[in-house]
């Protein structure tokens, strides 16, 4: 499939292909800790058909040791969320955790495919990193730091070479993921895509990296013990002036709608289309010449002593909730066990009270909890809750399926939808057995189908013969 991960620990050392002996770097060995056990990277491989039976990896609702998620289908068809948490990801003090939110008619495709992906693609680029470190030494290092991100490194210190590494990380991987979608021959991303943001917490230190608008914040005591909300990363969105003006410089243009003047989204130069509601984001290869990029904003945090948890979720949630009504949910929460899927039913709650003319967004939540610790909760109570939830909500279930939902009762129009001469037909969209959309021929996909208040795409572009070649 192109992507392996090591996940034996069974040696400190093994043998290349040329039977060389190979010493375990900082990749292993996460830059410290003794007592960590280390792998190597060619220890023991995996195909991406074996990862679901990886026993500290979780993509359906659910919890792990230290962490609890949850995901529920909104009101606009299949489920386009996805989510993840790896613990012990490459050794035994480091977690993955990332929520992926598609959009388009094969978001729900690019979401998964970059849940499954990208953790690998980032553990092969600290590999390619490190051993590129040992090869070159750090003067070496530093320099290829610079030309890779276009950025000055002066007086590196030893403390912020690890940053530096997972920075590089961040970014070859961001971009192998984004190269192998465009390559890839059975999913379609011309107009589909997704965000993501992805954390990784080795130790006391968090290393993120974000694209789109789903958002990551963090709960933290302060001196007077009072839960703060403490927001971890940037939403990109196109109003942005830093993203504006990379999108404007390479012809793509910014603007709102007039039925929407809160949503900035991206067009192409020659087309109101897509209008695309965020910046950067994994796939929509039609904007990719027009501004949009997939390279990840990276954050570095110090932990401390008063964090106590952390959010992962996507703009559904953020939609309704603010972040500090989401920390005051999980802290607050009966069992830790139970927040991810506490705080998805508050933004139902709040969505059907905000915009009741409008259709839920899909939500999904990943909840960490900085020291490790996880509450018990018994199935039947964990299988009472996910069933209530379903019924009541008429939303998504936590086992994967490409299956769109029924089409929903006729509701009354809110402001931000178009008159019901522009709407499109249910009709023209359809799922078939093989992971892939497919719709009518002669029509257009349209974000706004039925009655929503903000989506991620507008329309999928028409391109006349004239320009045959517009995006080549």
């Known amino acids: 499939m192109g992507c392996c991960v090591s996940t034996s620990s069974r040696s400190t050392c093994s043998s290349g292909s040329n039977g060389d002996t190979v010493t375990p770097s900082c990749l292993e060995l996460g830059f410290c800790g003794p ?10 491989v995996i195909s991406l058909r074996q990862l679901p039976s990886l026993p500290n990896r979780i993509v359906n609702n659910g919890k792990s040791r230290s962490s609890c998620i949850f995901t529920q289908q909104g009101r606009k068809g299949v489920n386009q969320d996805a989510m993840i948490v790896w613990e012990d990801f490459m050794s035994e003090d480091t977690i993955f955790c990332g929520v992926f939110d598609g959009h388009g008619p094969h978001g729900h495709l690019v979401a998964r495919k970059a849940r499954d992906v990208l953790p690998l693609k980032l553990l092969s680029s600290l590999h390619s990193c490190e051993s590129k470190r040992n090869r070159s030494g750090k003067a070496g290092f530093k320099e290829n730091i610079k030309l890779d991100n276009g950025e000055s490194d002066k007086d590196i210190s030893a403390q912020d070479e690890p940053n530096l590494i997972w920075r590089e990380a961040f970014l070859k991987a961001y971009h192998a993921m ?32 974000s694209i789109g608008d789903s958002r990551a914040i963090m709960g933290s005591k302060d001196s007077n013990d009072s839960m703060l909300a403490i927001q971890l990363t940037v939403d990109l969105k196109p109003d942005l002036p830093r993203e504006a003006e990379r999108i404007k410089r390479c012809k793509g243009r910014v603007f709102a709608l007039q039925d929407e003047p809160e949503v900035h989204r991206v067009w192409l130069p020659f087309d109101d289309a897509p209008g695309l509601a965020m910046a950067r984001a994994f796939g929509d290869f039609c904007l990719k010449e027009y501004g949009v990029i997939s390279i990840p904003e990276f954050y570095h945090q ?8 952390i959010v992962i979720a996507s703009d559904g949630v953020w939609d309704v909730l603010s972040n500090e009504e989401v920390v005051e949910i999980v802290s607050s929460a009966p069992t830790r066990s139970s927040a991810a899927r506490i705080v998805v039913a508050s933004a139902a709650r709040e ?28 199935d039947c109570d964990e299988q009472c809750f996910s069933s209530a939830t379903i019924q009541s909500n008429h939303s998504g279930n936590p086992v994967e399926s490409d299956d769109v939902q029924k089409s929903e009762p006729s509701l009354r129009r809110n402001y931000t939808v178009r008159t019901s001469e522009e709407n499109v037909t249910d009709g023209g969209l359809s799922v078939d057995a093989g992971d892939g959309i497919s719709s009518a021929e002669e029509q ?21 013969e004239e320009r045959p070649n517009a995006l080549l």
Not at 35 to 44: E, G, I, K, L, Y
């Open 178 to 209: 984004d190269k192998e979608l465009r390559s890839h021959r059975n999913l379609d991303c011309f107009c589909s895509g997704s965000t993501a943001v992805t954390i990784v917490k080795q130790g006391s230190n968090l290393f993120m990296g």
């Open 444 to 464: 257009n996909w349209s974000g706004l189908e039925g009655v929503t208040r903000v989506n991620s795409l507008v329309q999928l572009p028409r391109f006349s």
């Open 35 to 44: 007592n960590r056990a280390s792998r190597t990277f060619s220890d023991h």
């Open 351 to 378: 969505w059907k009270l905000k915009y009741p003319t409008s259709k839920m967004d899909d939500c999904a939540v990943v909840c960490l909890f900085l020291d490790g610790k996880m509450d018990s909760e018994s």
């Open 302 to 309: 110090v932990l401390t002593d008063g964090d106590q948890f």
